[in-house]
């Protein structure tokens, strides 16, 4: 992701349209501007407006308690650092008390800046490891004003994946944890199943060299990201490759990429 080139060019021709939208809006000083205006501070008796750059921070985001939430990238871009940002899209941010962003997504720093927004940028850690899950979604709720929801949703969270785990283990092919290769992006997958993590791979391609040294060790499975796929990752070494999905539905719920991913670990196990 890191070689990723994402285009910013237009974002500058974004902003002059945007600012024209704005004060379009606000002639007249009427209804329409005090709409606005609540709009910019958090409609519906001070809940937090949180522009999201994927479904994945928006699940997070939902988690947390927040419950308007608009989603910039479009889930028909299987590659979301490849997105360019539509006038619509800095409109949105204009009017966000938080824009929630990853790392590997370098334009929404520069989607903040074009529109002229005065919402809290905020970076997520998006990974679906349990504890970062937990962790992120107890920082928004903190950030949101939200913690008592998000404190429901993480009990309900717990529950679940306490439930999920157990199915998966109890697929384990003669009862033994099996050995995996996961890539940097799905180790998360292994943990729900209590697989024996025996090496990672990526972002990047793998190399003869790491493919030589994962094929030494074995692997039962290899866990592949959908969002990052490059084929077979270990061709010839009788490792069962599954895809694991990251990003969640367009309704924001995080539970089913869990669900979603005890049902592929377990047919590759053998198991229902």
């Not at 997504?105 to 800046?113: D, G, H, L, T």
Request: one cysteine or more; charged letters at 25%; aromatic letters at 6%.
């Amino acid at each position: 992701m890191a070689r990723t080139r994402v285009r910013f060019a237009s974002l500058l021709a974004l902003s002059a349209a945007l600012t024209a939208l704005v004060s379009g809006c606000g002639d007249g000083g009427g209804n329409g501007d005090t709409a606005s205006k609540d709009d910019a501070t958090g409609p519906r008796g001070g809940k937090p407006v949180v522009v999201v750059t994927t479904t994945w921070e928006g699940a997070f985001a939902k988690a947390a308690g927040a419950e308007e939430v608009k989603v910039i990238v479009p889930q028909s871009v299987h590659h979301a650092p490849d997105y360019d940002p539509k006038p619509s899209d800095l409109a949105a941010v204009g009017k966000a008390d938080f824009v929630l962003y990853a790392p590997f997504e370098p334009y929404a720093a520069k989607i903040k800046e074009a529109a002229g927004s005065k919402a809290e940028l905020i970076e997520v850690d998006l990974d679906n490891d349990a504890d970062k899950v937990r962790a992120e979604v107890a920082k928004l709720g903190k950030l949101f004003g939200t913690e008592e929801a998000a404190a429901r949703w993480t009990a309900s969270f717990d529950t679940e994946y306490a439930k999920l785990s157990k199915e998966v283990q109890g697929s384990w092919p003669g009862g033994k944890s099996p050995a995996v290769v996961s890539q940097v992006f799905t180790a998360w997958s292994a943990k729900l199943a209590g697989a024996a993590p025996v090496g990672t791979y990526g972002p990047e391609a793998v190399t003869p060299a790491q493919l030589a040294e994962l094929s030494r060790k074995k692997p039962a499975l290899v866990l592949d990201n959908a969002h990052m796929s490059t084929g077979t990752v270990l061709p010839d070494s009788g490792a069962r490759q599954i895809e694991i999905v990251n990003y969640p539905g367009a309704d924001l719920d995080l539970l089913p990429v869990y669900r979603n991913a005890a049902v592929e670990l377990k047919k590759a196990m053998g198991g229902s």
